[in-house]
């Protein structure tokens, strides 16, 4: 079993929709939980990052973790086509340790 | 401003041809790290450093070398390359390992023949 599950997607809606992304994690160790945002042949950019389980939001962007179940989530509040991109969750567990990324959810938001 | 810089950004060489990746932060981060990103698979990480002349392999070490001689600096060395690692390369540096905020570069496209 992967530690972090993801759909590739693509997920294609209409702009103005609200956009739901999501992960699912096997290590229960998790404590930091990212979404980063990447453009075609661009470097990933941090959007949000989430410590333990709640929620964060940024704006249009809304970002849940369920420790729980163990199963995150970002939301796109008035997707704009500007939102068109990779979106990949990543976590750790804390202390030196490096991420763990999902595969990436490719997004499209048809103007 | 804050940047992570590689190059080359795009790169065709042949299989045994040795070649490197070079890669400068000018934000004084600690820590640095490579990865690949492929089709299905997703960011892998190759190498990391946590300071100076401090390194480790990551998840996918193999047919790569790494240097962390100054704090800025975090070179991708290909001694040999092969068909299978043709694909597109990504430096990234936090301020110190653990970081939540990692900062990535451009990418570098590769592909060995």
């Known amino acids: 079993q992967k530690e972090v599950e993801q759909d590739p997607g693509p997920l294609s809606v209409p702009e103005g929709a609200i956009v739901s992304l999501n992960c699912t994690y096997s290590n229960s160790a998790f404590q930091y939980f990212m979404w980063y945002r990447q453009y075609s042949r661009k470097g990933p950019e941090l959007l949000m990052y989430?410590?333990?389980?709640g929620n964060k939001e940024d704006g249009r962007f809304t970002a849940q973790v369920d420790k729980s179940s163990k199963y995150i989530s970002l939301f796109i509040r008035d997707s704009q086509p500007s939102d068109s991109a990779t979106y990949l969750c990543?976590?750790?567990?804390?202390?030196?340790?490096?991420?763990?990324f999902g595969k990436g959810t490719h997004l499209i938001i048809q103007p | 401003e804050a940047q992570v810089t590689q190059n080359p950004r795009y790169l065709i060489t042949v299989t045994g041809k040795k070649l490197t990746v070079t890669c400068s932060q000018n934000?004084?981060?600690?820590?640095m790290s490579w990865y690949r990103q492929d089709p299905g698979l997703g960011l892998r990480q190759i190498y990391y450093s946590m300071n100076v002349e401090v390194t480790d392999k990551g998840d996918v070490p193999e047919g790569y070398k790494v240097s962390r001689k100054e704090k800025r600096n975090f070179p991708l060395i290909l001694e040999s390359p092969s068909p299978n690692q043709t694909s597109l390369y990504f430096c990234?540096?936090?301020?110190?390992?653990?970081?939540?905020?990692?900062?990535f570069g451009e990418g570098s496209w590769l592909t060995v023949v």
């Open positions: 989430t410590y333990s389980s």
């Open positions: 934000m004084n981060h600690e820590y």
């Open positions: 990234a540096s936090s301020f110190q390992a653990g970081g939540n905020t990692i900062y």
């Open positions: 990543a976590m750790r567990t804390g202390g030196a340790d490096g991420l763990t």
